[in-house]
């Protein structure tokens, strides 16, 4: 991350980049650090609960990335439920920052990264889990040495997706930050300017790079998931 945020600076054109993995680093991490507990609940429930929960975390697959924005935007604008809170809270406001992009990428990233998890989770018998539990393992104990590795695929399909796709946001990230330059301007908002500009060798470039990031994950995910198969 520091050759690349050293390169941003040196190469202005490097900047949406060097953002992009940033912000796709850090949503990603949030994701799994709390989407983990949710995909194990949603994973083990029999809850009446889980059909709408499951529901409102698949909704940014079939929502319009414009649709979810704009009701971010009101949300956590200065005069929204959130936004007003956060003003009073720091001084500064979430849309048009770089804490609003992440807070936008979890929201619309989240089945990526909580779907896979749970999963992986489901995966894991049941049986597992209580012949540890019977040994006297606390849940947690069972989790981390039981779960947890049962399930790695399941993480590191996760963070494949989940990374991946806050990489190629477009729709969310321009209504909730804009185009500001070395704050909010992702490399898909840059591709964006650079088309209209008619700037068609940067806009390949950066697209071109995106291309084949994509193509890469998509690969290893295949690959991985294709060995774990004839491992197993």
Known sequence: MEILHSWSENMPGLGPLWLSVKLGLVTTGILILFGTPLAFWLSRTRSHAKTIIEAMVA???????????????????????????????????LTFSFGGLVLASILYSMPFVIQPLQNAFESVSRGFVEAAATLG??????????????????????????????????????????????????????????????????????????????????????????RWRHEH
């Open 137 to 226: 393992a606390r849940p947690l104990d069972v989790f981390f040495t039981v779960v947890v590795p049962l399930g790695a695929r399941g993480f590191l399909t996760a963070a494949i997706m989940g990374f991946a796709h806050t990489l190629g946001e477009f729709g969310v990230v321009l209504m909730v930050g804009g185009n500001i330059p070395g704050q909010t301007r992702v490399i898909s908002i840059a591709i964006y300017d650079h088309v209209e500009a008619m700037e068609y060798g940067q806009a390949h470039a950066l697209a071109a790079m995106l291309l084949v990031f994509s193509f890469v994950c998509m690969f290893a995910l295949y690959f991985i998931n294709r």
């Open 59 to 93: 909704l940014p697959i079939v929502l319009p990335p414009t649709v979810l924005g704009f009701y971010l935007l009101i949300l956590l604008g200065p005069s929204g439920a959130i936004g007003s809170y956060w003003l009073k809270l720091t001084g500064e406001t």
